[in-house]
């Protein structure tokens, strides 16, 4: 069994920049494709980046391109987004989801998820 915790959510003016951690306890998370997915107030959720095992390739979306990027830290079991340049479209729960056996960006397949952390942007 996998827990994933996201922190690092806030409150942040345009323009700027915040850091997504998520800790996940487990034996799997160094074996395991990581995404982040986000999900603003009355819109579907967006999946909006994700990271190999091994960190070697990465995605992201054409809205966040150039200004968030994934990564990872597997001897601390942890994931991170920054996220930089931030906007106001930006604001959502973001949640961290990991699978051992799968690196895409069909949220459906991953099975493990955390709780979310809430990013609100101000204009």
């Known amino acids: 069994q996998v827990h994933l915790v996201e922190s690092g959510g806030g409150l942040v003016q345009a323009g700027g920049s915040l850091r997504l951690s998520c800790a996940a306890s487990?034996?799997?998370?160094?074996?395991?494709?990581m995404g982040w997915v986000r999900q603003a107030p009355g819109k579907v959720r967006e999946f909006v980046a994700a990271i190999t095992e091994a960190g070697r390739s990465t995605y992201y979306s054409d809205s966040v391109k150039g200004r968030f990027t994934i990564s990872r830290d597997n001897a601390k079991n942890t994931g991170y987004l920054q996220m930089n340049s931030l906007k106001p479209e930006d604001t959502a729960v973001y949640y961290c989801?990991?699978?051992?056996?799968?690196?895409?960006?069909?949220?459906?397949?991953?099975?493990?998820w955390g709780q979310g952390t809430q990013v609100t942007v101000s204009s």
């Open positions: 989801a990991t699978d051992p056996n799968y690196y895409g960006t069909i949220e459906d397949r991953y099975h493990y």
């Open positions: 487990g034996r799997t998370f160094s074996s395991s494709a």
